[in-house]
């Protein structure tokens, strides 16, 4: 234990290190994990393994775990991802490393976590690092609070519920990770959709809706816009006028394109009609997606609580959408579309 | 005249703007607003109750403030909008960036 003490200085800074370098890493790899854990062995909890396991080492430096690390990941491809990264900027000990996610026997499941043991490149005491996903985690967790490897031994039955429960753990953990690659493929071939510009192709959801906007379709009208009061145009969300477009029973990118392009000369006419008389040089990028969804709504024969169900959609409801949608109506009454609108309806 | 006052009510830091929020009372504005931009862990309200009328000058404070707390995970609320003011807002665009008390 006196060693102990002497070195915690070391092991204090070693664990800090290690997270340092861990935590720079995985950002530079762009790779996103649930949490990045690390910690000293208490005196306490090395007085318990010293008891337990005490012969087993000769000096403190045989103990590998006085520094630990765990890195907790969202999927299990992740977790050879960060064993990757850990081969790359430390040294592993393979001696004591490992793999337990292999040790399996073919019939039987339960606590799946890579653990190395390493050493910074530039040398120094060794530590502990674990890799596993969030389910591995619960697992471990709830293995270690029932006292599941105690001294007690458990039953065959309540062995064979464990049993079920990690071999489900474990498939859960499988089935999220083919999930992500499947969607990462959709999502590429809507992308591929979009850019070729196949979008009647492609139905209208919030990630199609995303890759749609990645091709800037509202640029062309906020410039347009903008070019009134040379506004300065500032980046906003346009994600939530998805729903408006939705509930226009718009139905793909396609439509989306065509309603642009209906809609852009009007949307144009009632922005002007607004701005021009103020000084304001600052624009929402959302302007030219507002002011189009006003116009659609009114050459579409809708009033006052049609526009105000746009603004209650995309900014919550209440009866000051009531105003903005008697404003908007007001400057709109005369445009040349709402005449044409009119004379069409006779 | 501009008056703003930033004061701590119920856990959340409450910043009361009152006047013309025009092009030359914005720089005073900006600064008094400042100390917003430090807060971790509260909300932010801006009540503008007796604002009445802002310029772009204006919006870009408002616009800063947001992007300094969002970016510390926090939320600003913008509380009794003037009919005036709260059309500036839907003009530009910016009605959905907030959210209103």
């Not at chain 1, 510009?197 to 809706?209: I, K, Q, R, Y």
Request: aromatic share 8%; net charge negative; charged share 25%.
């Amino acid at each position: 234990m006196r060693q102990y003490r002497e070195l915690r200085p070391t092991l204090e800074k070693l664990s800090e290190d290690a997270y340092g370098k861990m935590r720079q890493a995985l950002s530079e790899q762009g790779i996103y994990v649930t949490a990045i854990e690390h910690r000293v062995k208490s005196e306490k909890s090395l007085a318990g393994k010293l008891e337990l396991k005490g012969a087993k080492y000769k000096s403190i430096n045989d103990i590998t775990d006085l520094v630990g690390m765990r890195v907790i990941t969202f999927y299990t491809d992740e977790v050879d991802k960060v064993a990757a990264i850990a081969k790359r900027i430390f040294d592993i000990d393979w001696s004591e490393s490992v793999d337990k996610r292999k040790l399996h026997q073919l019939d039987s499941f339960g606590y799946n976590s890579l653990h190395y043991i390493c050493r910074l490149k530039t040398g120094g005491p060794r530590f502990e690092l674990q890799m596993r996903t969030a389910l591995q985690h619960v697992w471990s967790t709830i293995e270690h609070d029932t006292g599941y490897k105690g001294i007690v031994k458990m039953p065959k039955e309540y062995l064979r519920q464990f049993s079920r429960l990690a071999g489900m753990l474990e498939l859960v953990d499988d089935e999220f990770s083919r999930l992500r690659m499947v969607l990462t493929d959709y999502r590429r071939q809507i992308q591929t959709l979009v850019k070729s510009g196949h979008l009647n192709e492609v139905p209208l959801s919030t990630d199609t809706f995303r890759s749609f906007l990645e091709t800037h379709p509202f640029d062309r009208l906020n410039r347009r816009i903008a070019a009134v009061n040379q506004a300065e145009i500032y980046p906003a969300p346009m994600i939530v006028y998805l729903p408006v477009l939705e509930s226009f029973g718009l139905e793909t990118l396609g439509d989306v394109h065509q309603f642009i392009d209906d809609n852009s000369d009007d949307a144009y006419q009632l922005a002007v009609s607004q701005l021009a008389i103020t000084d304001l040089d600052i624009l929402s990028s959302s302007a030219a997606l507002q002011y189009l969804c006003l116009v659609y709504v009114l050459k579409h024969d809708g009033g006052r609580d049609e526009l105000k169900a746009i603004y209650d959609t995309i900014n919550g409801e209440s009866d000051a959408n009531g105003m903005v949608a008697d404003l908007m109506l007001g400057q709109a009454q005369t445009l040349s579309f709402m005449q044409r609108s009119k004379s069409d309806g006779k | 005249m501009m008056k703003t006052t930033i004061q701590e009510i119920d856990g959340n830091m409450v910043a009361t703007l009152e006047g013309i929020l025009d092009t030359a009372a914005a720089p005073e504005t900006a600064k008094a607003m400042e100390p917003l931009n430090d807060v971790e862990g509260k909300d932010i309200i801006i009540d503008c109750t007796k604002l009445e009328y802002i310029s772009s000058s204006g919006l870009r404070i408002f616009l800063d403030v947001l992007q300094h707390v969002e970016d510390k995970g926090g939320h600003v609320y913008i509380k009794g909008l003037t009919d005036d003011v709260r059309a500036v807002f839907a003009i530009t665009g910016f009605i959905n960036l907030f959210e209103f008390k």
